[in-house]
């Protein structure tokens, strides 16, 4: 069945340093795979997405995902994190059908230490 | 910048009460659906609608949820009877196409409490 996991339920970090959030999906077909955050109080925006070609996607606030077919996984890096970044972030892999068009992974809830 | 607006943002109502979650999708998107996200679960597709009618649905979505676009703007979610496992976040989205490669645009949510 398709499903989309991401490991971790809450990571924290320094600002400043680096981020690494997981995504791990299994579908069938051609993946097309997108990263979603969710600021408190805020809907979930876009940050990126894969659809083909190369497999380091570039994102809105300096996020980045790529894609590694072998490994079924989409992580989401970003270099140098902000206070800002702080939020809950959603892998989701396009789907189709009564699946609707998104399959999401549970979130990874972010945390930024001063 | 076009978004998705949901009203209200909380909303707690008695178990066995009818709610309805409110929706303006942007303007010129043709389709529009309604997921939900019980606390600590995954975000889930509820329904998709297209052309004034539903285009597909989720297990979830039985008999005693509908939508409904009443005018050009709105797109509502309604549950006739809500029992207490109903109490989730409520989001709205709506998207220009529709394909697995399509980007959705998704409201703020509703957070819906039934007690």
């Known amino acids: 069945a398709q499903s989309v996991t991401q490991p971790d339920i809450h990571i924290t970090v320094s600002e400043g340093a680096s981020l690494e959030l997981r995504c791990n999906y299994s579908?069938?077909?051609?993946?097309?795979l997108f990263w979603y955050v969710q600021s408190p109080g805020q809907g979930l925006q876009l940050l990126l997405k894969?659809?083909?070609?190369?497999?380091l996607v570039q994102g809105i606030k300096g996020f980045e995902a790529e894609f590694k077919r072998s490994q079924s996984s989409f992580n989401l890096r970003k270099p140098s994190v902000h206070w800002s970044d702080a939020a809950e972030y959603f892998c989701?892999?396009?789907?189709?059908?009564?699946?609707?068009?998104?399959?999401f992974g549970k979130g990874t809830k972010l945390s930024v230490k001063p | 910048e076009p978004e998705v607006t949901q009203t209200p943002s909380h909303q707690v109502t008695q178990m066995g009460q009818e709610v309805i979650l409110r929706c303006v999708p942007i303007?010129?998107?043709?389709?529009f659906y309604w997921y939900r996200q019980i606390l600590g679960q995954k975000v889930e597709f509820l329904v998709s609608?297209?052309?004034?009618?539903?285009?597909?649905k989720s297990e979830i979505f039985d008999d005693q949820f509908s939508v409904e676009r009443p005018d050009g703007s709105n797109f509502t979610l309604k549950i006739r009877s809500t029992k207490l496992e109903d109490s989730a976040m409520y989001f709205c989205?709506?998207?220009?196409?529709?394909?697995?490669?399509?980007?959705?645009?998704f409201g703020q949510g509703t957070r819906l409490t039934v007690v």
């Open positions: 609608f297209y052309n004034n009618e539903i285009s597909e």
């Open positions: 989205a709506s998207s220009l196409l529709q394909g697995r490669n399509t980007e959705a645009f």
């Open positions: 579908y069938g077909a051609t993946p097309y």
């Open positions: 894969y659809f083909s070609g190369d497999t």
């Open positions: 989701a892999v396009g789907a189709g059908g009564s699946q609707g068009n998104l399959i």
């Open positions: 303007s010129n998107h043709l389709y």
